[in-house]
Every structure is written in C-alpha cells, then in structure tokens.
T-cell receptor, first 116, second 114 residues
C-alpha cells in the first residue's frame, strides 16, 4: 500500500528553469492538495483539486500551475523558477470533506527543492 | 482569515509528560488534528478530535479541546526520545463555496532530553 508518492525527493534548479513535481496516490481519494513548507512557517496551501478536471487556488498559488487529468495524479509545475520558491513541497490526498465527516489528509514524504 | 498559533519549541526530559498547546480562531471548525513530522519525512496523522468533544485519549496521547477558548492541547505521557519531532496542529473548517480546508499552525519542535 504505497499511499501518496512524490517524485523527485530532491532537486536543484537554476533560476528561470522549469520543472514538474509529480504526485500520485493509490487510495482512490477525490481530493488532492499541494503545500509548501518553509522553515518555521508551517504549511501553506498552493493548489487543491476536488476531482479529475477540477482545480482551485489555495493561499499561495503565484508562480505555480497544476492539472488533474486523472484521480490518481496531481502534478505541480513551476514555469520560471525563482529563489523564493526554494522550499519543501508536500502533496496530500483525502476523501471528500463532508461537513461533519472526518476525512484526514494523507501526506507524501515531500520534495526538497532548491533554486540557485 | 483563519489563524492557528502554536509555540515553536518545547523541551522535556525522557519519561516526563509533554504538553503542546494550540489556539485557533475559526468558529466553524469541525475537526482538529495533530500531525507529527520527523526529520526529512512527511506529516503523519497522530490523532484528531471532533469539535463537539472535550477530550480524546489514545494510548499515551490525550487531546483536550476547550471550544469556548478555542484552545487545543496534546499531552504525551511518558515521553520517549522517539517522540522528538515537530508537531503540527491543524484546523479543519469551512472556507466558503462548499469547501473545507485545513489550516496549519507553524509547528512545535519537541526535543526530548535523555
């Protein structure tokens, strides 16, 4: 049971390069999320998706794009990497959140991205 | 918007109890979660409490919720060196347009002294 799998685990990019962070889950979760974690700052939501073909912005979406063509995959794309995007990126997934339903998010192990 | 606050550091001796505190601002919270993050790893769900409960116990973990004061705490009994990690409080609340989201605190780094 793999859960949420993120690749790559580490990456160094030059300013202006682009890359895609991959995320896949095998739990048949409808909801998927991308967060970034900066030291001492907790997690900030970048984008989320409530199902295939549907994505929405979170708190810090600028500089990122996402797509959701399948239930399993939710890639995050950086088009023009900037030093401010140096961070640890976490993907998460969950079942749909009903008003009173407990549907915790399950996290991948993260991608550590440095932009120099 | 929603705000979740935690103290950043806590240091305890092995065998003592640890208490990690969290405050939140949103009145529409449904569930409150505690996640544990070990170095170099992702977030692992530790426990949770429904917003209409006062207390939940799960082996060495006790969660207390004071809904009036919007205060949540996590008590770890008989703290071990393996409990050293960062603990995140997260509030699951309605964010508008039929959507619920998790808001995380900045995390409390627990250091256990042998």
């Amino acid at each position: 049971n793999a859960g949420v799998t993120q690749t790559p685990k580490f990456r160094i990019l030059k300013i202006g390069q682009s890359m895609t962070l991959q995320c896949t889950q095998d739990m048949n979760h409808n909801y998927m999320y991308w967060y970034r974690q900066d030291p001492g700052m907790g997690l900030k939501l970048i984008y989320y998706s409530v199902g295939a073909g549907i994505t929405d912005k979170g708190e810090v979406p600028n500089g990122y794009n996402v797509s959701r063509s399948t239930t399993e995959d939710f890639p995050l794309r950086l088009e023009l990497a900037a030093p401010s995007q140096t961070s640890v990126y976490f993907c998460a997934s969950s079942y749909p959140h009903a008003g009173t339903g407990n549907q915790p998010q399950h996290f991948g192990d993260g991608t550590r991205l440095s932009i120099l | 918007g929603e705000d979740v606050e935690q103290s950043l550091f806590l240091s305890v001796r092995e065998g003592d109890s640890s208490v990690i505190n969290c405050t939140y601002t949103d009145s529409s919270s449904t569930y409150l979660y505690w996640y544990k993050q070990e170095p170099g790893a992702g977030l692992q769900l530790l426990t949770y409490i429904f917003s209409n409960m006062d207390m939940k116990q799960d082996q060495r973990l006790t969660v207390l919720l004071n809904k009036k004061d919007k205060h949540l705490s996590l008590r770890i009994a008989d703290t071990q060196t393996g409990d050293s990690a960062i603990y995140f409080c997260a509030d699951h609340a309605y964010s508008g347009a039929g959507s619920y989201q998790l808001t995380f605190g900045k995390g409390t780094k627990l250091s256990v002294i042998p």
